[in-house]
Structures are given as structure tokens and as C-alpha cells.
């Protein structure tokens, strides 16, 4: 069973341009969320999907945004990116939402801007 | 009242020595507490995880400890090998945001060999 595919892996982007990561969770999995993965504030929740609808939202700017399609697949997009938006971003996977369990997460895109 | 504070950040113990991590939280709405383990390159993995109802739970080498009213719970690594060098991180959610996982800062730990 493929895991989670998360792409591209590496980017590079300057500051005030925009950029769509992707993610392609387990067959099967519904529930899609993504963390923001840096040094200093280490792991934290950005949002869930599941079916095609946001369930929860962490504490991000409006920059942040996501959505999820009708085959699960999600996509995050940040605008007008900032210094700070570097980081490594992890997509995870689980079957149900809003029953605490495992989640699967891809190995991350991870994004320099300069 | 949502953090999660976790300790210690880096931790170096001998091959076949027992790693103990610290965590600690305070919104008693968590009730789902795991703990996940990242290689360099690579995405977190859950590793073992525990609800408030137990106080203990085991797997191979791994255990958690809770202490619901110090609200405090532990990863003990027995017989600690070159191989669970990693980033561990503890983490919790409640049952009204079950996929929003709550994460501790992270725990470098080497063993030895």
C-alpha cells in the first residue's frame, strides 16, 4: 500500500510569491491535515479536510489556505510568502476524522524562501 | 493551554540504557496522547500512543507512563539501541479536534553504540 505522497519535495520561492503544495493520502483515507515543521515552533497544525470540507484550522494568517478534492487529494497554498513561511510541510493521513487515532505522514515539502 | 511542554530537547544514552522523555500538558480536554518518531529525511511515525483511562501501556521496548492528575506522561525506551536515535515527539488531541495533534517541541536523542 503506497503511503503518502506529498510534492514536490524541495522548492524554492522568493518573498511575496505564492505556492501550492500537494498531497496524495492513503487509498482509502479520508481525513487530510497538514503541520508546519520548523526549528523553532517545531511541529503545529495548520488545517483538516474531510470530504472536501474544512473541519478544523490552526492559528495561521489568511495566506494559508487549503482545499481538498472529491478523490481525497488536498492541496495547501500560501500567498504572498514571507521569510518566516520556510519551513518543512507535512501532510498526514487517517481513515475517519474526529476519532483520535494514527496519522500517516508523507515525508514533507519542504520550502526556502529568499 | 494548549501546549504541550516536552523535555528533555536532547538526550544521549549508552546502547542497552533505558531513554526517558517527559511530557506535559494542561487542557484537560485531551484525551488521546501518542507518541511519534522522525528519522532525518522523513515524515513523524506514530509510535505508540495511550488514553487517560490506562496508566500505563506497553509495546516491545516501548512504554508509555500517564499521570492523569499531574498531567504528565512519558516515553521509556528499555534496552536503547543505535537505531532509535531519532526526534521523538509527544503529542495530544481531543476528541473535538481528534486530527489536531498538539506537539511538543522534540527530543534529539542518541544512543551510543
Known amino acids: 500500500k503506497a503511503g503518502v505522497t506529498q510534492t514536490p519535495r524541495y522548492l524554492i520561492k522568493t518573498r511575496g510569491q505564492q505556492v501550492t503544495l500537494s498531497c496524495s493520502p492513503i487509498s482509502g483515507h479520508r481525513s487530510v491535515s497538514w503541520y508546519q515543521q520548523t526549528p523553532g515552533q517545531g511541529l503545529q497544525f495548520l488545517f483538516e479536510y474531510f470530504s472536501e470540507t474544512q473541519r478544523n484550522k490552526g492559528n495561521f494568517p489568511g495566506r494559508f489556505s487549503g482545499r481538498q478534492f472529491s478523490n481525497s487529494r488536498s492541496e495547501m497554498n500560501v500567498s504572498t510568502l514571507e521569510l518566516g513561511d520556510s519551513a518543512l510541510y507535512l501532510c498526514?493521513?487517517?481513515?475517519?476524522?474526529?476519532?483520535?487515532?494514527?496519522?500517516?505522514f508523507g515525508e514533507g515539502s519542504r520550502l526556502t524562501v529568499l | 493551554q494548549q501546549q504541550v511542554k516536552q523535555s528533555p530537547q536532547s538526550l544521549i544514552v549508552q546502547k542497552g540504557g533505558i531513554s526517558i522523555i517527559n511530557c506535559a500538558y494542561e487542557n484537560t480536554a485531551f484525551d488521546y496522547f501518542p507518541w511519534y518518531q522522525q528519522f532525518p529525511g522523513k515524515g513523524p511515525a506514530l509510535l505508540i500512543a495511550?488514553?487517560?483511562?490506562?496508566s500505563e501501556k506497553k509495546e516491545g521496548r516501548f512504554t508509555i507512563s500517564f499521570n492523569k492528575s499531574a498531567k504528565q506522561f512519558s516515553l521509556h525506551i528499555m534496552d536503547s539501541q543505535p537505531g532509535d536515535s531519532a526526534t521523538y515527539f509527544c503529542a495530544a488531541s481531543s476528541i473535538q479536534g481528534a486530527q489536531k495533534l498538539v506537539f511538543g517541541q522534540g527530543t534529539r536523542l542518541t544512543i551510543n553504540p
Open positions: 498526514a493521513s487517517s481513515f475517519l476524522a474526529g476519532v483520535a487515532g494514527e496519522l500517516f
Open positions: 495511550i488514553r487517560p483511562d490506562v
